[in-house]
């Protein structure tokens, strides 16, 4: 079982920058590929970035070169830096750790609660 935290969230301008933590609980932390989601009203959740099972990282088209997934496993979180934050990133984010089942297949296990970053323009 595995219990994710996030935080960071809030409102900031357009062209600004937010960082969010997710702190998860477990001692299997480094086993899971651990991603970050956003869902913004009336749309589906799409996937942001996420660690693949070999330690590369995949992005979401609309956030590369803006956003860096990184992991720090001595203190089990995962962490999203968002830079250049447009109105369009504006959504819930959650946090989501992940096992692999095969080239680029993935279970999403276990989900944050969510944190809401709004950006206004």
């Known amino acids: 079982q595995v219990q994710l935290v996030e935080s960071g969230g809030g409102l900031v301008q357009a062209g600004g920058s937010l960082r969010l933590a997710c702190a998860a609980s477990?001692?299997?932390?480094?086993?899971?590929?651990m991603g970050w989601f956003r869902q913004a009203p009336g749309k589906q959740r799409e996937l942001v970035a996420r660690?693949?099972?070999?330690?590369?990282?995949n992005y979401a088209d609309s956030v590369k070169g803006r956003f860096t997934i990184s992991r720090d496993n001595a203190k089990n979180t995962v962490y999203l830096q968002m830079n250049s934050l447009q109105p369009e990133d504006t959504a819930a984010y959650y946090c989501?750790?992940?096992?692999?089942?095969?080239?680029?297949?993935?279970?999403?296990?276990?989900w944050g609660q969510g944190t809401q970053v709004t950006v206004s323009s």
């Open positions: 989501t750790a992940a096992v692999a089942l095969g080239y680029n297949r993935y279970e999403y296990k276990y």
């Open positions: 477990g001692r299997t932390f480094s086993t899971y590929a």
């Open positions: 660690f693949n099972s070999g330690g590369s990282t």
